[in-house]
């Protein structure tokens, strides 16, 4: 947050400068940047709220007459996943139709200056997946539309219960036409891995620029020895925790008959 605030003055004095003509074109450009590049994950860690800010630079520093909108994504990390659908037979919940996602985010979180909708047609949407109903998991194998559709749907609504999908269509606040900033809440089960931070600059319907970040979400202390332990000594980590559990497990009964 102090880092944010630090550069805003910078970001308005660079707005300033002389652009060489070589260097101007048609259309804007963005200058982005996230209050923290790297996010540690610690026993302690309850969540944070991550910072996306920067400036708009217009072509000879004159602000158009048109309103032009931002939309920010935080998503990451993308990667296989299986949905299941549990179904009651004889009074049991058992397993029954799955399917498989290639291309699922472990998180994503939108937030614009006005509604999606608002900002350009469902085409323009569905292309740079702006919002949680356009979002591309591509599945494996032939399955039903409606069949697809129902596991998405309930991906989703998982997803946004447990913090993980967030949609905000107005986290986006800008000022003066040329800064802009907006904040999105980082859930404590986030998972680890790289994170792309994107801005969207949009007008009549047309998405102007891109720009992006990376964010590294990862764990760090006693937590991360326990991942890379887990990770790359996969048998011997599993001996421990069989000989602890039993150790525990021994002296919890051992005390109970004490007593």
């Known amino acids: 947050m102090r880092r944010a605030r630090a550069l805003l003055p910078w970001l308005a004095a660079l707005l300033l400068l002389p652009v060489p ?10 200058v982005p940047d996230v209050s923290s590049r790297a996010i540690e ?26 309103r032009a909108d931002i939309v920010v994504v935080l998503k990451g990390p993308v990667g296989p996943i299986i949905l299941r659908e549990k179904q009651r037979v004889a009074g049991i ?67 946004r219960r447990m913090g993980l999908f967030y949609e905000n269509p107005a986290a986006v606040e800008i000022s003066e036409g040329v800064l802009y900033r907006a904040r999105i809440p980082v859930p404590a089960r986030v998972p680890v891995g790289t994170y792309r931070a994107e801005t969207y600059l949009i007008s009549r319907g047309r998405v102007l620029a891109v720009a992006s ?8 202390g006693f937590e991360r020895f326990v991942a890379l332990a887990a990770e790359r000594h996969g048998f011997l980590y599993g001996l421990t925790a069989v000989a602890l559990s039993l150790m525990l497990g021994y002296s919890a009964s051992a005390l109970f008959r004490r007593r």
């Open 21 to 30: 003509a070589a260097a101007q074109g048609s259309d804007p450009r963005l």
């Open 41 to 66: 994950i610690q026993y302690s860690f309850t969540g944070e709220e991550l910072l996306l800010f920067g400036a708009i630079l217009y072509p000879g520093q004159r602000l158009p007459d048109d």
């Open 93 to 159: 919940w058992v397993n029954a139709a799955s399917i498989r996602l290639r291309t699922s985010p472990g998180f994503y979180a939108i937030g614009s200056s006005r509604p999606i909708d608002e900002l350009v047609d469902e085409r323009t949407a569905a292309i740079f997946e702006l919002g949680l109903s356009n979002l591309s998991m591509s599945p494996t194998g032939f399955s039903e539309a409606k069949t697809l559709a129902r596991f998405e749907t309930g991906l989703i609504d998982l997803y």
């Open 213 to 220: 970040r990376d964010v590294q979400i990862r764990k760090a």
